[in-house]
């Protein structure tokens, strides 16, 4: 195929060519509607969200798509029939630059195709980052991909220049990495993690120890203050939800991510061809089965509320998984334990501890604080449970307030059936009070 005739068609191919990427959310798109308020962005600045919850626009482009990989996966694999495009580092410093003084973004992420050596590839990243921060003066976010293969030298480098970097690890096992990306390793892609966990702690300990300047500012270098995340597909191969979050707990236990990204596999069909052999058939819905599509969605949602489990609730992997391989498509996972767990309840909300608080279906970290700190000067009502923050459509069945019940934990299957989202409607629910 002819690649872009001119920048805006290549901006569109490039930032296409990124959003199956996890680590942004949603996709701008370009032009203003007439007689109305407010305008849409440009194509390539997607939203991301802040651990404290603040949303940011993002400039979300590969430096190129041209790849020679050929994950089966991929919408960007060697032996797609797609556009392709590069970047120079000057045309990528130029229109970050714009669109940063123009407000459409707050910050830049930047990922790649493996368009040569692993560390040329890298070396292109680099070298738009340290332009940025060198020559045009942005100071804004950075979030580098680390292409696998990669040296640690570049790895250093990047960190840097970069607020976040990520490796994705893409599947969950080295036998599907083997079987629909097999250019890629796990034990490369793990190395390159490793080494970012080991120059942050080596950063961090530097900056520990060198005297700091006035303002309170460190004379040591700061390395990707953002940390590091990584990417999983869902969908693609055939593990379980056991696995995935297991490898998931190891993640953050071993490296110390800030996040792990789950994305649904989206398929990826060429006009009137087959999808590739390589995936299984579970993995193949063709254009028009919603069901399927609908249900690899659900699944990430529900691996997105179990990764929360994990980070702020201190539920192991074992916990969320103890009784099924996979996360229950209609109810999630904290009051799928509940349900399995009723020997825990009802829990005395006046009296428990923070920690069992968290145990609560419809009790967010946050209102459990509020909790903790509410009951030092009153004992709490159900009136002044709500204002607080619970939700007591969930906790009702699991919580009492100075011995009183709104409802009794004695029938889990009429809990359940009221409980469940089967309708789809609680895909809306926050993830952060469930």
């Not at 009702?396 to 009183?404: D, E, M, Q, S, V």
């Amino acid at each position: 195929m002819n690649g872009p005739e001119n920048m805006e068609e290549k901006i569109a191919v490039l930032a296409g060519a990124a959003k199956y990427d996890a680590s942004c959310a949603s996709s701008g798109s370009g032009g203003q509607r007439d007689g109305s308020f407010g305008m849409n962005v440009p194509a390539g600045v997607c939203h991301s969200w802040t651990e404290d919850g603040r949303c940011v626009s993002l400039l979300k482009v590969l430096f190129s798509n041209v790849c020679r990989f050929d994950c089966a996966y991929c919408v960007n694999r060697a032996s797609a029939d797609v556009v392709r495009a590069s970047f120079t580092v000057r045309e990528l410093v130029d229109l970050t630059g714009e669109f940063y003084r123009r407000n459409y973004i707050e910050g830049l992420f930047l990922s790649s195709g493996i368009f040569a050596d692993p560390d040329v590839v890298m070396e292109k990243l680099i070298e738009t980052a340290r332009t940025l921060r060198t020559e045009a003066g942005y100071g804004g976010y950075i979030h580098l991909k680390i292409i696998p293969g990669a040296g640690e030298k570049l790895i250093r480098e990047a960190g840097l220049w970069a607020d976040r970097l990520s490796a994705n690890i893409e599947l969950p096992t080295d036998k599907s990495l083997q079987a629909l990306a097999p250019q890629k390793s796990g034990r490369v892609i793990l190395g390159a993690m490793a080494d970012f966990s080991a120059l942050s702690a080596q950063y961090e300990e530097d900056r520990r120890q060198v005297k700091f300047l006035p303002q309170g500012r460190s004379a040591a270098p700061s390395f990707a203050p953002a940390g590091q995340s990584t990417q999983l597909v869902v969908g693609a191969s055939g593990e379980d939800d056991r696995q995935i979050v297991n490898l998931s707990s190891a993640l953050y236990r071993k490296f110390s991510l800030r996040r792990v990204y789950y994305s649904a596999y989206s398929p990826v069909v060429p006009s009137g061809g087959l999808p590739d052999p390589r995936l299984p058939e579970s993995a193949d819905p063709a254009p028009g089965q919603r069901g399927a599509s609908q249900r690899l969605l659900t699944r990430e949602h529900r691996l997105y509320q179990a990764d929360w489990l994990l980070r702020f609730y201190h539920f192991s992997a074992a916990e969320i998984l103890d009784k099924s391989p996979n996360l229950d498509p209609h109810l999630d996972p904290k009051t799928v334990w509940a349900l399995n767990h009723l020997d825990w309840f009802p829990m005395e909300i006046n009296s428990v501890s923070y920690e069992e608080l968290l145990r609560v279906p419809g009790l967010g970290a946050r209102t459990a604080r509020r909790i903790v700190e509410s009951r030092r000067s009153r004992s709490l009502s159900f009136d002044s449970l709500r204002r607080i923050g619970a939700v007591l459509k969930r906790a009702r069945y699991f919580i009492t307030l100075n011995g009183a019940f709104i409802d009794r934990p004695d029938d889990p299957k009429r809990i359940r059936r009221l409980l469940s989202d089967q309708d789809g409607a609680g895909l809306q629910l926050p993830l952060f009070e469930f």
